[in-house]
């Protein structure tokens, strides 16, 4: 982009941002934002933010009046490259608003502009935000992995900006009016049954790129929204989940908004999730044994009056339409949401048995932000990949990919170690640790069903089961990634945000089809450091049943490593 262009989208971006006051606070990762009623804004990028006064809400949560303490920031993430923007909206204000409680919550941050932003408001009552520009560590490693990726770097370059998001005065909206007037109705009769006691179900779905999980997460919103206290996910998106990385279904209740992207909120352990191993409906059977699992459990353990929404995969043809149609089975949902956005995609064949209180949605297109060209939308492989980075990132010492070599690893014994390996994935014994170095695997808890064998029939090997279609369902706790093996001390390092020392016992080490340690995590470091170590035990001291035990990984792709593997 030449420099007349950029100067051009400046004036441009500027003009439209008029009627937007911005102020300093004394902190210069603060800013303070004034916006009157009936003002819609887009938010690119990521940020923080908190309301101190007036009506407001962001993708439909409605944000309540605090005063600038970290605890009370909100964080958005809605990166530009993956297409769809944050929406704040601005009403009316009630009759409470408090100007004098504002004015000492703004001498807090902004001593020397309090004034003037008092005088400005006078007698209305706008909405005032902070805005805080500081990442968190997973959507700074994040970022820094992709050109571009929170906002355009010609925006970057304006100096009145913030660093890493953009706001505009825009009337966008993913879901039209007249739809979300339908949408609002039918939560609010659900809500009068959900104040009986009843246990409401909801399930919105689409199919791919329709915004589904936009969907899913503005009904969560809604409902936190109107003061409902559990609501639960039953994430059962095997490909793009939202509190895990791809290959589980599980079970999360949900305590705060989600104005993000799943990389950025990541759950370190999980406490009712199954691992099912894929990203793709190799085993449906097993697939809808889980789901049946944990819909069981959310009706046997959630309180009176708990909502449901249920994140399904973005499939609603043939096999994937076939599974849908089983979850409505199991379910019956109160209520069903079907958005979409290309009117010459294949819909849902809905049950003609079933009678369901169904709505759906023409979804709007998001057209970015005006001015700057399109750009590719991110391919839903890379989205599974950052969300594995995400899911690591709390335990880098720098919010940089780079630095996950220097992560301490947990060290496991063999001799108390299981390894399960998908029947596709089995190799020959003297080949098992070469198949898991380096490798992403769940971290499960044992199942009596299991019928692990020792490899190469030492006692002091680790043992190793075999998953079939026959294998029981496994519980997840976590993941991690195998940083090495050290057959000298017979022991596996693994690295992993779960704490593995208040586990009563070593985890199984489960692999998965399709779930690998994306390529990020060797390439990111430009020094060449591999993320992994290895301790091969010289020739002259290995005993003869352990020759070629441990036998060097190959590398497969044209990223070379520096060292042997």
């Given at each position: ?103 000492f919550r703004l001498k807090e941050v902004a001593p020397k502009n309090h004034e003037k932003i008092m005088e400005l408001i006078g007698t209305s009552q706008p909405a005032v935000f902070i805005f805080s520009k500081v990442l968190d560590i997973a959507e ?20 009145i900006l913030p660093p890493h998001f953009h706001i505009a005065r825009d009337d966008f909206s993913i879901i039209p009016q007249p739809d979300d007037n339908k949408l609002k109705q039918q939560l609010e009769k659900l809500n009068s049954v959900r104040k ?56 999360h209740k949900v305590t705060s908004p989600i104005i993000g992207k799943p990389y950025g909120h990541q759950k370190a352990k999980f406490d009712n999730a199954f691992f099912y191993g894929d990203n793709s409906l190799r085993s449906p059977d097993l697939y ?278």
């Amino acid at each position: 982009m030449n420099k007349k262009k950029e100067e051009s989208i400046f004036k441009s971006l500027k003009k439209r941002m008029q009627k937007v006051v911005r102020y300093e606070c004394r902190d210069k990762n603060l800013e303070i934002y004034v916006v009157q009623p009936g003002e819609r804004l887009t938010i690119y990028g990521s940020c923080s933010i908190l309301c101190l006064a007036g009506n407001a809400s962001i993708n439909d949560y409605v944000l309540p009046t605090v005063s600038c303490e970290s605890a009370n920031f909100l964080k958005i993430s809605a990166p530009q490259r993956m297409d769809v923007p944050a929406i704040l909206n601005v009403g009316n204000s009630a009759s409470n608003y408090k100007h004098q409680r504002l004015k000492f919550r703004l001498k807090e941050v902004a001593p020397k502009n309090h004034e003037k932003i008092m005088e400005l408001i006078g007698t209305s009552q706008p909405a005032v935000f902070i805005f805080s520009k500081v990442l968190d560590i997973a959507e700074e490693t994040v970022s820094g992995l992709i050109a571009n990726f929170l906002i355009h770097t010609a925006l970057q370059k304006q100096i009145i900006l913030p660093p890493h998001f953009h706001i505009a005065r825009d009337d966008f909206s993913i879901i039209p009016q007249p739809d979300d007037n339908k949408l609002k109705q039918q939560l609010e009769k659900l809500n009068s049954v959900r104040k009986d006691g009843q246990r409401v179900s909801i399930i919105p779905f689409g199919h791919k790129g329709a915004g589904k999980s936009h969907l899913m997460r503005n009904i969560v919103n809604r409902w936190l929204s109107i003061g409902c206290d559990n609501v639960y996910v039953l994430d059962c998106d095997i490909g793009q989940s939202e509190f895990t990385p791809s290959g589980c279904l599980s079970l999360h209740k949900v305590t705060s908004p989600i104005i993000g992207k799943p990389y950025g909120h990541q759950k370190a352990k999980f406490d009712n999730a199954f691992f099912y191993g894929d990203n793709s409906l190799r085993s449906p059977d097993l697939y809808l044994d889980i789901f049946e699992r944990l819909w069981n459990k959310f009706k046997a353990t959630s309180e009176p009056g708990s909502v449901c929404v249920i994140n399904t995969m973005g499939w609603v043809t043939d096999l994937g339409g076939e599974v849908l149609t089983h979850i409505m089975d199991i379910v019956e949902p109160d209520l069903c949401v079907e958005i979409y956005r290309d009117s010459t995609e294949t819909r849902f064949q809905y049950p003609k048995n079933q009678k369901l209180n169904y709505m759906e949605i023409f979804a709007n297109n998001s057209h970015g932000i005006v001015g700057l060209p399109a750009q590719k939308k991110l391919p839903s492989v890379l989205i599974r990949e950052l969300t594995i980075v995400g899911y690591f990132s709390s335990m880098l010492p720098k919010p940089s990919l780079a630095s996950f070599p220097k992560v301490t690893p947990y060290k496991l014994n063999f001799q108390n170690t299981t390894i399960c390996v998908p029947v596709d994935l089995l190799v020959q014994d003297c080949h098992i640790f070469s198949s898991i170095n380096t490798q992403l695997i769940a971290l499960c808890l044992n199942h009596s069903e299991l019928k692990p064998r020792k490899l190469c029939g030492k006692e002091d090997m680790p043992s190793l089961c075999v998953i079939d279609g026959n294998s029981p369902a496994l519980q997840c706790i976590g993941y991690g990634i195998v940083r090495g093996v050290n057959v000298d001390e017979k022991a596996i390092f693994v690295v992993s945000p779960v704490d593995l020392r208040e586990l009563d016992e070593p985890p199984l080490l489960v692999r998965g089809m399709r779930i690998q340690t994306p390529a990020m995590f060797f390439t990111s470091d430009p020094y060449n450091r591999c993320p992994y170590v290895l301790n091969l035990p010289e020739q002259k001291n290995a005993q003869n049943n352990l020759d070629g035990l441990y036998q060097p990984s190959v590398n497969t792709t044209q990223f070379k490593r520096s060292r042997r593997c």
